[in-house]
């Protein structure tokens, strides 16, 4: 049997902890393949960011797989899936902190582990632990150096509309 990964573990518990905290948990995805589903319109450079709050998500369900969920953009509601894989960060957007991951896209085709195609670690954002998984599975946290995040001019808001 295959140990399962920790990664979703972590998602979850930084998930808490930024709704325990009154912080706003945002998820950085990367975008690639056929799995993926969000609004193509907002993805820039490949990536997007998701804002994973109660008050902006609904039915939230972040499992061992992915992570689901209906959200409304530009007033439009959008049925959201995001494979565990593509996730590349969990953090708050008030102060920077979470957790980065690595995410290593799958080449199209590829029908096996031995064809996975490896990139770039990803670069932690200010104030995020790297996670970097090694072949067994196991998750180490890389050390940043990260200075203290700046603060934003402005909050973002979320305006509910009926």
């Not at 195609?117 to 990260?146: F, H, I, W, Y």
């Amino acid at each position: 049997m295959s140990e399962i990964s920790t990664k979703p573990y972590f998602m979850r518990a930084i998930y808490e902890w930024c709704t325990d905290n009154g912080y706003t948990p945002y998820l950085a995805v990367k975008v690639h393949g056929g799995a993926v589903r969000v609004p193509t319109e907002f993805v820039r450079n490949g990536e997007i960011v998701l804002n994973i709050s109660f008050g902006a998500t609904s039915g939230l369900k972040m499992d061992n797989e992915a992570v689901v969920f209906k959200a409304r953009f530009g007033g439009v509601s959008r049925d959201i899936y995001v494979p565990i894989e593509n996730v590349q960060a969990v953090y708050a957007s008030e102060n920077g902190q979470g957790m980065a991951f690595d995410v290593n896209p799958v080449e199209e085709g590829a029908e096996n582990d031995e064809e996975i195609q490896v990139v770039q670690p990803v670069k932690p954002v200010l104030g995020l632990a790297a996670v970097q998984n090694d072949s067994s599975g196991e998750a180490r946290q890389a050390e940043t150096d990260a200075p203290e995040p700046q603060k934003k001019s402005a909050k973002p808001s979320l305006k509910i509309i009926k």
